[in-house]
């Protein structure tokens, strides 16, 4: 194993190491933006936590043909495309009125104010659901898997999404080959579990789509700064 290797290993689990600010002092930098959406250097640090392990895998199995110095500029890159498919639909969201915070320093605010309640609740014996404190990557995550059910729902109503019947035949087909293979399984009697299906496959090539023609105005300089220790 070569010194350049142990090198990369160690930065990595130097960063896992690493423990996190208290939401409350935190104060937002902003570093540019995704479709005119604010994108805030916490929120870089946020998905580069969220991906710090499948990159620490991926630079372990180069064994060695990757830096630290390059490990990090891979795990800020897939940061930054991570953040670039959830700004579109950010974006989308306040739109419609389904995404409650302005900006990032606001949902770190409802953060903390919700962890002193649900602490609270808990130390008075009430029954609360999920976790007695939600971190910034699981609160993140829970507030933004609810907004996007009523954004799908809105974007079929819209007719952004379209569904036909051919869609319909075609996804059952696609099913068919997979979950779907008994003959019990018929696209009347499942009807509503395959339009859940196609909507979901519609609306992430939407994203993709989105994703991919965004216009991304980030300070690089600023960006290529970023790293989970500041």
Known sequence: MTYKYLRSVLILIGVLALQFKGFAQVKVQNIGTVDGVNVAKEEVR????????????????????IN????????????????????????????RNLWPYK?????????????????KLSANGQVIYGPV????????????????????QKLVAEKLITITDDNLQTKFKKLQETVYKEEKYTLSAFA?????AYIEE??????????????????LNKVNQINLTN
């Not at 900006?103 to 649900?118: A, C, G, I, P």
């Not at 509503?192 to 859940?196: F, P």
């Open 46 to 65: 946020r998905e580069m936590r969220r991906y710090r392990f499948e990159v620490y895998n991926f630079v372990a199995s180069k064994k060695g043909e």
């Open 103 to 119: 900006d990032y320093q606001e949902f770190l605010t409802d953060l903390h104010n919700s962890n002193n309640n649900r602490r």
């Open 133 to 152: 404190e939600y971190n910034e990557q699981t609160f993140f995550d829970y507030r933004f898997s609810n907004a996007l059910i009523q954004l799908k």
């Open 192 to 196: 509503r579990q395959v339009k859940d």
């Open 202 to 219: 519609a609306y992430a090539a939407l994203i993709k789509h989105y994703a991919q023609n965004a216009k991304r105005n980030l300070d």
């Open 68 to 95: 630290g110095a390059e490990s990090i500029e891979i795990l800020r890159k897939k940061a930054i495309d991570s953040l670039a498919v959830i700004k579109v639909q950010e974006k989308l969201l306040t739109e």
